[in-house]
């Protein structure tokens, strides 16, 4: 009893300094039964510094000033403090988000594979490429993923697709954006770890608690991100968010209840003590089936049903079902409606190993014209003929639709071929863009150790430039980031990863190559030289006849 | 046959070709264009310029700065345009190697000419590059121009057109000091009877000087083109430093692709100065027919430069027509000629198979460019024992020929 107390006393008194020090942490999970009996779940865990700025770059010679954090975590701090980051967004996912049947993710960085972007200040003391690759490697081991491979092969500064999310402040110099994308690496528990360290009860209280490995990597779609963002007038803040994607109907013979116990294998037993707000969110499907949700100690606002964790009894399990239902009927294919604006194919055909075409087709499914804007950030493994790009609308060339906003060529062994355009999506209909691609040739040391496989490539990024839909959106999280209103760049669409499929040299005989090749040209020079040093004589082989 | 007619036959067949629709299965082939003298990549370099993009600034585009120019203004690319101009290139190569035939043997015509035009124009190894649309046509034509003025003693034209070739071509520059020589002596030959070449130091260093003048000029318009030096890099520098591993039937690429990293410097090092040793050894021991030792220098430039493809050995082949004094003398033509063959059917069968058809690896293709460096090198060893062979003649009775 009296160590019961002293506990409470103790998180009491931390209570009351994080109030002081004014650093909040919210905590909330989303969850968005999916047309196809999917259940997409989103864990977010908002970190608010409150009066707190980026550092600015051009103090980085100086000794920085001390770090003391009750809840923000100190091990992300030191980085963006070390190398003066304004913002920063990283995110590991793995599998293929389906934008016609799950609608537009809530959190938008859902390529596949790690993407890492920042926004740094410039500053003579140390540049920005300078910064973005320690960033590179610290995060590299922060979050043990490979991201010190995203080096400047894969580095770009796409400015027309990666806005800011938040505020840039105002120091004089500008701000450049870097970008890279590894789509070859995968999220798993050995990230997650890391990942949890970060939050302030760990997995051991709170919402966190269900972030249970053995299901969160079982499911179909699944990726972590960790957002910085710096907002005037508030703060930094840290958004650690875990999306996933599950199917109840492979998990609850055929039918798509779900459940907290059935989806992650955990019941929520206690609240985190130091979350300023924890909440558990559930989207109420459109759609005119009957839905029954327990505990029924829960508020309805504007299309989602509210739990809050910290006043609800505990064990909490939330559970949603559909009582009317036997068994969840698949849609057929033709009656699905997409629910995004836009659909994306792309593929890269052809079957030689030397040169391919790269293709793209964009349908608008919207009655009026939309524009996007298109973004490949390709590594020098495939290069583009840009000349030979066509746009086909309907059958026909149309060449008007698209703007080419910059250009920059790849450079092999330097840097990748940077592409932004703005297309044009005339109503209802579908644009084809193709162009000429060829693989170049790599040297045998450069190939992967599993060559054959191929190589995988970065997604293409389309945003389609709309006036903002709030509907899905998370209303807490649509702050729109300020000083960009002219090109206010709603929400990104990523293509799945291509696999590119390049020509191997023999591993197994470069000595034999070396040996061959010399004595070809040792056996050429030494007889060229052998003619040509010596003389023609004749002799007399036979005697005189007498 | 009358040249007048034949020729004139020759190249309307050859633009019959051009328009047929054989450039675009060709364009993209590796032995028919190296990444030095592709089409798609000319013309995607004319295109970036043209959108203000600097084409040197990526790794696509090596062509040299006069090719850019001329392209993107004067002559815009496209299927009538190109299929013209290249056969037109072909033309006036066949034009001046008869030509030069014409020269070396003081006649203003002979019965020889519809043949050597024949040899020229007809030979697949240089009638495929032209229908892909490769710029190593355009090269050919310039060192065939040069050569031809070179015999017709026409100083200037001659460095002209040496130093426009080098500029398209750095590996060329093997070719400065016999085209010198050349302009100081005369293409008559003199195989049978060898005789010291007599000439002032000062009239070769005021040669070299022309041709480092329209050199410096070229250079100079070529940075006017480009506002900066980074085609250096991208054009020359591609000869010596190989970025490209691109599959050719030459012997750099593979040996570069599987070359250790810590010694691809000292490899490309040794196989640039490779180039170069052949250079002073030819012109002296043929400095009596310095019209040999060129045609020697180009069995050697097809054999080892950079960034060959079939046109290079082809130019070597047509231009064994200019020496019919030699024929008897050639020491395995017939082992030489099925090498050929042989090689000429491997290499686009291997290239097939390893990277189109998947069901070959790349060894194929290296061991059929190897096949194809055999036997481009016995066509240069055999070009070599016939220049000097012819010297000593028919063997008198009870008599046997030894090298000393």
């Known amino acids: ?546 | 046959m009358d040249f007048g007619l034949v020729y004139p036959a020759l190249v309307a067949g050859r633009l019959l070709l051009a328009f047929a629709p054989l450039p675009d299965a060709l364009k993209h082939d590796h032995q028919l264009s190296s990444p030095l003298t592709s089409y798609p990549r000319l013309q995607e370099g004319v295109y970036l310029f043209q959108h203000g993009i600097d084409p040197y600034s990526g790794g696509l585009f090596r062509h040299s700065p006069l090719l850019l120019s001329l392209f993107s203004t004067a002559l815009p690319l496209n299927k009538f345009t190109s299929a013209c101009l290249w056969t037109a290139c072909d033309a006036i190569s066949a034009w001046a190697l008869v030509k030069i035939w014409r020269a070396r043997q003081r006649v203003s015509q002979s019965s020889r000419d519809s043949l050597i035009a024949a040899i020229y124009l007809l030979n697949p190894y240089l009638l495929l590059p032209t229908l892909a649309l490769s710029t190593s046509t355009i090269e050919n034509m310039l060192f065939l121009l040069s050569l031809m003025f070179a015999s017709q003693g026409q100083s200037s034209p001659s460095l002209l057109a040496l130093a426009l070739l080098v500029q398209l071509s750095l590996p060329s520059a093997i070719f400065i000091v016999p085209m010198i020589l050349l302009l100081l002596s005369d293409p008559v030959s003199r195989l049978a009877s060898p005789r010291e070449f007599n000439t002032y130091l000062s009239s070769i260093l005021a040669k070299l000087g022309t041709f480092l003048g329209f050199s410096f000029a070229l250079t100079s318009l070529s940075v006017l083109v480009c506002g900066n030096w980074t085609w250096v890099e991208q054009t020359w520098g591609a000869a010596v430093m190989l970025p490209d591993l691109t599959p050719n039937p030459g012997l750099w690429w593979y040996f570069f692709t599987e070359m250790f990293d810590h010694f691809r410097p000292f490899f490309l090092m040794v196989f640039s100065a490779h180039l170069l040793i052949y250079v002073l050894p030819v012109c002296l021991k043929f400095q009596h027919d310095i019209l040999y030792a060129t045609y020697i220098l180009a069995g050697v430039y097809a054999t080892f430069k950079p960034y060959p493809t079939l046109s290079d050995p082809g130019l070597f082949i047509s231009l064994i027509s200019l020496f019919p004094e030699t024929y008897q003398y050639l020491r395995y033509p017939i082992v030489t000629t099925l090498l050929h063959l042989h090689s000429a059917l491997l290499l686009p069968l291997f290239h097939h198979l390893w990277l189109s058809q998947g069901t070959g690896n790349a060894n194929f293709f290296y061991a059929s460019t190897l096949v194809f460096g055999v036997s481009n090198g016995a066509a240069l060893l055999d070009a070599i024992w016939a220049g000097l062979r012819i010297a000593v003649g028919n063997l008198p009775e009870g008599y046997e020929l030894i090298q000393k």
């Open chain 1, 1 to 546: 009893m009296f160590w019961r107390n002293n506990i409470l006393a103790v998180l009491l008194l931390c209570c009351t300094w994080c109030l002081a020090t004014s650093e909040e942490f919210h905590e909330a999970l989303t969850f968005r039964p999916l047309q196809d009996g999917r259940l997409a779940t989103r864990f977010t865990f908002t970190t608010l510094l409150r009066g707190a700025y980026p550092r600015d770059p051009s103090t980085l010679q100086e000794e920085d000033e001390s770090q003391h954090y009750a809840i923000f975590p100190l091990a992300l701090g030191q980085v963006l403090r070390e190398y003066a980051v304004t913002e920063l967004h990283l995110t590991l996912n793995a599998g293929k988000w389906d934008y016609d049947h799950w609608g537009y993710p809530d959190e938008p960085g859902v390529g596949t594979g790690a993407e890492l972007w920042a926004w740094m200040g410039e500053s003579a003391a140390r540049s920005v490429d300078e910064r973005w690759k320690g960033l590179r490697n610290a995060l590299s081991g922060q979050f043990c993923a490979s991201l010190g491979s995203l080096d400047e092969q894969r580095t770009t500064s796409p400015e027309l697709t990666f806005r800011p999310e938040g505020s840039l402040p105002q120091w004089g110099t500008t701000h450049q954006l870097r970008h890279g994308t590894l789509p070859s690496e995968h999220v798993c528990t050995e990230n997650l770890t890391p990942f949890l360290k970060l939050l302030p009860c760990k997995s051991l209280t709170g919402i966190a608690s269900l972030l249970n490995p053995h299901r969160l990597f079982d499911a179909d779609w699944h990726g972590l991100g960790v957002h910085v963002r710096y907002l005037e007038n508030e703060g930094i803040e840290v958004r650690l968010s875990f999306q996933s994607v599950f199917d109840p109907v492979r998990y609850s013979n055929g039918r798509r209840d779900w459940s907290l116990r059935s989806v992650f294998d955990r019941v929520i037993d206690r609240s985190c003590p130091i979350a300023h707000s924890s909440e558990i969110r559930v989207a109420i499907p459109k759609e005119e089936t009957a839905v029954a949700i327990t505990p029924d100690s829960y508020t309805t606002h504007a299309g989602f049903v509210y739990f809050n964790v910290s006043n609800a009894s505990k064990p909490l399990d939330i559970s949603m079902s559909w009582p009317d239902e036997q068994k969840f009927e698949y849609a057929t294919v033709s009656s699905a409606v997409p629910l995004t604006h836009v659909s994306v194919r792309r593929t890269l055909k052809g079957s030689s190993q030397s040169r391919g075409r790269l293709s793209v087709s964009i349908t608008n499914h919207m009655p009026i014209t939309i524009q996007t804007s298109y973004l490949e950030s390709m590594p020098w493994l495939l290069q583009f003929y840009l000349h030979s790009l066509q746009i086909y609308s309907n059958g026909v060339s149309r060449d008007d639709l698209i703007s080419i906003v910059s250009y920059i060529p790849s450079v092999p062994h330097v840097r990748p071929t940077l592409f932004q355009a703005i297309l044009t999506l005339p109503p209802k209909s579908t644009l084809h863009l193709s162009m000429d691609v060829i693989k170049p040739f790599l040297r045998y040391t450069e190939h992967p150790p599993d060559a054959q496989r191929g190589w995988d490539l970065p997604p293409a990024v389309l945003v389609p430039l709309l006036h903002s839909n709030s509907s899905t959106l998370d209303p807490g999280l649509s702050n729109p980031p300020s000083g960009f209103e002219q090109l206010r760049l709603p929400r990104r669409m990523y293509t799945p990863v291509l696999l590119v499929d390049l020509a191997t040299p023999d591993f197994s005989m470069p000595y034999n190559v070396i040996i061959m090749s010399c004595t070809l040209i040792a056996l050429i020079f030494g007889m060229v030289f052998n003619l040509l040093t010596r003389k023609f004589t004749l002799i007399r082989v036979s005697p005189e006849p007498k």
